[in-house]
């Protein structure tokens, strides 16, 4: 039986404001009683860091160990790795700074999750703008999980060997999630539970996503995706082709039986999935 969760928040440089706002969104959880610890890295430099312990200071009987570490920026899945192998809890969240839960939102991740026997991946529905890809409203089923607000059991976790870490920014959530799949792991959209997550315009950030497309691609196989990915990114920076490239014969294929399991998409660009949304032709 899981009963304690450990929230690992990973920061970059983010505002006074996202640091407050993803605290208080901790605070007003329901079920903050299965929150023993919070463990953050500041992988910016030790400003975020820095606010973060003035603010656990300026707080009176905080209800969950603080945990504040500082290291070298090694993107989304190496920090997250680094903070699940220093957590004690049975459950891990991942949770992003740059938005907040509403406070139902982990005892419904917990009470989906114990439903599905712990057997799972389960994210929570970003608001005010859902992801677009496609989950089964009735089952909660989907293609793969964000990593945005991701809970799943240490176990779990630790049996996935975590986030592939040859993706720096992007797609090793969907990367994860299909390896899940390929061992009798579902993916589940829980769509009670509640992330404030506006995400902003990512242009600046097309040389990081493209580059993970062609390592997604190139794991899973997708010829053609890989050779649509790297058109892209050829047209943006020729170098973040060659640097991926240069890499590539270090990065270990699937095998051909997960691939049968999973049945990867690549067929609806970025979106990994069917979209949850045709697009409807107004008169």
Known sequence: MYTTVTIGIIFYNNSTDDI?????????????????EVIVIDQGGGENADHILQWKESQDNLSFNLVILKGENKGFGGGHNILVNNSTSDLYLALNPDGFMHPTCLEELLTLAKIKN??????????????PKYYDPNTGLTDW????????SKSIYKYLNGFDEDFFLYCEDVDISWRARANNIQCFTCSTALFFHFAEDRKSRQIEIWKSAMILAYKWRSKSFYNFSRKI???ISNNAVQSVEKNMLNIKKQSRKSIRNVSPSFNYGLN??????????YE
């Not at 605290?23 to 009683?33: E, K, M, P, S, V």
């Open 20 to 36: 407050l706002k993803c605290f208080r969104g901790i605070l007003n959880q329901t079920a903050i009683a299965q929150i023993p």
């Open 145 to 152: 999980c964000s990593g945005a607000c991701l809970l799943m």
């Open 233 to 235: 990114l050829m047209e």
């Open 118 to 131: 712990w057997n799972g991946l389960f994210e929570a529905i970003q608001e005010p703008i859902m992801h």
């Open 272 to 281: 990994f999935s069917k979209p949850m949304w045709k697009k409807v032709q």
